[in-house]
């Protein structure tokens, strides 16, 4: 089927063009369009992450170079670098957000089997946290970052069974962590895990009354009652405390008037005693410790995207081009962890994005390529998290 077809072309196949053109025309983002449409504007920019290109003039360029390729890749045609950015400042991000979280919902059934480290259990699991990409404050004057310095914020609530993303916010360098809470949708019965810095006793309370669960780092300053201790507990797990409480402050009460668990647990490879807070009283206190160790896995999926995607030197100077361009690179991602998935491949998503850039004008059919490769290298425990 994929017989003498560029690999960039068979890719194309996994992304379903019929819903980003009803999502166009939902925005009316073709209006007055002669040659270079949204599709086309995807296309390049795809191109330019998959092949880790460093800026528009790199995606032009490279283009211009392979034009006699163009229409068998898939791409309508090459562009100069005034065309495609203008294209990023003036077309509405909202389309290639939406068809991100289209991505997100196609995608993430398909991990939802996947399993979580050192826990057996039904419920979903996210890691809930933030990355920040400095900027230019001069360049970026809309996004004000902390100490006089530009800066965005990438908020992702990352589902934790096969590391995809179920929620993004873009935002400026100052927008408070914990205001996330008040934005995205909780889904009952799932827990949620963060750090102190979403210690919002408010928003925690609404998710609690919803019925969904979180475990976050307790603030060493929070004044509490103890209720109730657990002494049936295994120390040589490196559990030191199950305790139930309530909150003495006044405000702190009225915020969150339920009892909640603190979970005391000593980090023998770090030396350091750790405090979880939840509202989950079902799990064991060595399982609510376990799901907060797996919260390294939002941390792991900051750190790939900065290293194997071009995240870091943005392409637009905008706020509507920086979200078209942090949700191109979100799309690129997930287009691949498809790929990974409908082909079954054992590779790493690390491993598909390195072959897969370096091959887009490469004839071999996707999946031989993807699951005849067979791996020497051996990396590193950041790069064992895509493994599943």
């Not at 690179?329 to 598909?352: H, M, P």
Request: net charge neutral; with cysteine.
């Amino acid at each position: 089927m994929n017989s003498g077809k560029y690999i960039f072309a068979q890719i194309l196949q996994f992304v379903n063009r019929y819903e980003f053109e009803k999502i166009v025309t939902k925005y009316n983002g073709d209006y007055r369009t002669r040659d270079f449409n949204c599709w086309n504007q995807f296309l390049q920019l795809f191109f330019g992450q998959l092949t880790s290109r460093n800026s528009l003039r790199d995606i032009c360029t490279c283009l211009k170079a392979h034009r006699n390729k163009l229409y068998h890749l898939g791409i309508k045609q090459h562009v100069n670098q005034s065309t495609l950015s203008r294209a990023n400042e003036r077309r509405d991000y909202r389309i290639f957000e939406d068809f991100g979280m289209f991505l997100i919902n196609q995608v993430r059934t398909k991990f939802s089997d996947e399993p979580i480290l050192n826990v057996d259990i039904d419920n979903e699991v996210f890691a809930l946290d933030s990355t920040t990409i400095s900027l230019s404050l001069k360049l970026f004057s809309w996004a004000p970052g902390k100490y006089s310095r530009g800066a965005v914020k990438v908020h992702t609530l990352l589902d934790l069974r096969g590391s995809i993303p179920s929620f993004i916010l873009i935002t400026d360098g100052k927008y408070h962590d914990s205001n996330v809470l008040d934005v995205f949708t909780p889904i009952p019965e799932a827990i949620y895990i963060m750090d102190k810095a979403y210690i919002d006793f408010k928003a925690l309370y609404k998710l609690n009354l919803i019925g969904s669960f979180f475990i976050s780092r307790s603030k060493s300053s929070m004044d509490f009652s103890v209720l109730e201790v657990n002494y049936n507990i295994d120390e040589t797990t490196g559990l030191r405390g199950d305790k139930i409480i309530e909150l003495n402050g006044y405000k702190s009460k009225q915020l969150y008037p339920k009892s909640l668990r603190l979970v005391e647990y000593y980090d023998y490879e770090n030396e350091v005693e750790l405090s979880f807070l939840t509202n989950n009283f079902e799990l064991t206190a060595l399982e609510i410790a376990n799901l907060y160790r797996n919260r390294w896995q939002i941390e792991v999926f900051f750190k790939w995207i900065k290293q194997n995607l071009t995240i870091k030197t943005l392409w637009g100077h905008s706020e509507n081009a920086v979200n078209i361009h942090i949700w191109i690179a979100i799309s690129t991602y997930l287009i691949v962890a498809k790929i990974k998935k409908d082909i079954n491949s054992s590779l790493s998503i690390y491993e598909i994005i390195q072959i897969l850039g370096i091959s887009v004008f490469d004839k071999t059919p996707i999946s031989e390529l993807l699951t005849d490769f067979q791996s020497n290298q051996n990396f590193n425990e950041q790069i064992d998290l895509f493994n599943n």
